[in-house]
């Protein structure tokens, strides 16, 4: 089974829905993360938490939010999608020194 | 400001050619490195990281990358290319955060 999974693993929808998207992790790790990717742009941090009850903007936060329901989970929500934020999202955790991705979620807003 | 650059967007090689990407880095001390690929639809896989010690690192599938403080570079070189080895590359630097470099993608001419 896979250390860190995603769901959905695609996803389209329309402009102004709410959409969010789940990270689970099975390595025990505190810190969590939300990248997306663009071509060219290679992955941006959008969102980090370091645990529960510490969660953090990275780079491109405007327009997601994101909540650390337990110390496996980290959900990341756009609460109205927009056709700028299509793109594939990856959620990590980190552990010593090195992140640990799952396996994307490719969005699609039309 | 932490930054990883990949100056290569596109390059392509022949099956049996050898290989390097460029990588650098720009940090107010010495980051820990990474380089991992992601095959079409894939995920992110690690292929060899730096933290400290011998300047040539030895990875996964048969790459190696040089760290050169003097030039704050970090290539990713690998002798005999593989069809199997058409991918996108990404190189990443970690301070407090996880930067990415923009990508390179490679192509395998038979």
């Known amino acids: 089974d896979a250390d860190v999974t995603q769901t959905p693993r695609n996803r389209i929808t329309k402009t102004g829905k709410r959409i969010m998207l789940e990270c689970s992790q099975t390595?025990?790790?505190?810190?969590m993360y939300w990248y997306r990717q663009d071509p060219g742009l290679g992955l941006r941090l959008i969102y980090y938490?370091?645990?529960?009850?510490?969660?953090n903007k990275g780079e491109i936060s405007d327009g997601y939010s994101v909540s650390r329901q337990a110390q496996a989970k980290f959900s990341l929500s756009l609460e109205s999608a927009i056709p700028n934020q299509t793109a594939l999202y990856f959620c990590?955790?980190?552990?010593?020194?090195?992140?640990?991705f799952g396996p994307g979620t490719r969005l699609t807003v039309l | 400001a932490q930054s990883v650059t990949q100056p290569d967007i596109h390059i392509t090689v022949s099956e049996g050619a050898s290989l390097e990407l460029r990588c650098n880095y720009s940090?107010?001390?010495?980051?820990?490195l990474f380089w991992y690929v992601q095959s079409p639809g894939q995920g992110l896989q690690l292929l060899l990281k730096?933290?400290?010690?011998?300047?040539l690192v030895q990875g996964i599938k048969g790459f190696e990358a040089e760290f050169k403080r003097s030039q704050s570079s970090f290539n990713l070189r690998k002798p005999s290319v593989h069809w199997s080895d058409a991918a996108e590359y990404f190189c990443?630097?970690?301070?407090?955060?996880?930067?990415f470099g923009g990508g390179t993608r490679l192509m395998v001419k038979p």
């Open positions: 990443a630097g970690a301070g407090n955060m996880l930067t």
């Open positions: 940090y107010g001390a010495t980051p820990y």
């Open positions: 990590a955790t980190r552990g010593g020194n090195e992140q640990f």
């Open positions: 730096y933290f400290s010690g011998d300047t």
């Open positions: 938490s370091f645990d529960v009850k510490d969660i």
């Open positions: 390595k025990g790790h505190d810190r």
